[in-house]
């Protein structure tokens, strides 16, 4: 099983998806907003200096992420393809991903871009900061998230392309449809 990278803006339902994909191909998923929740959560010295960048809706320092990202993958079962869930965010991040994979003898297989419109994705955040109490999400920070989404992550979709490895799936209201052009692009890519 081909390495996935589930990519969108915040809201577009990358853990959701994630979740599915995982259950039906039995993959690994590393999510880094859940990986860094924990590290806060526990209080540890990476979770106070994540939370500094988090609380104000700024991205992590990328050797921090690499370093953590090394360190999750190497701990899950080979050959079973990962799922990479809210990572890479910059090109920089593209890069050092593709280099790690690739010091391990792997690659990043396929790209799956969620494409949602951003009243939707707003209505989302604000609704999951109810259900789940995430601070992380109100609407000025939301607002901050979507500023550095499209000046610095968005750019990366053009990196995808140019690597051959961009597949893009535009939100039509049915999680049902989403998923079964999801799958068939995976079920493609690892016939």
Known sequence: ?????????P???KGTYSEEIVKKYNMGHISTGDVLRAEIKNGTELGKVANGYISEGKLIPDELMIDILAKTYDALPAGQGVIFDGFPRTIPQADALKQMLADRGHEMGMMIELVVDEEV????????AKEQ?????NEETIRK????????TEPL????????IRNTFT????????LEDIYAAIDKVNG
């Open 1 to 9: 099983m081909k390495n996935i990278i589930i990519f969108g803006a």
């Open 11 to 13: 809201g577009s339902g």
């Open 121 to 128: 994705l707003m209505a989302r955040l604000l609704n999951r």
């Open 133 to 137: 109490g995430r601070a992380d999400d």
């Open 145 to 152: 998230r979507f500023v550095e989404y499209h000046s610095k």
């Open 157 to 164: 979709a053009q990196w995808f392309e140019k690597e051959g």
């Open 171 to 178: 939100w039509k209201g049915s999680k049902e449809q989403m």
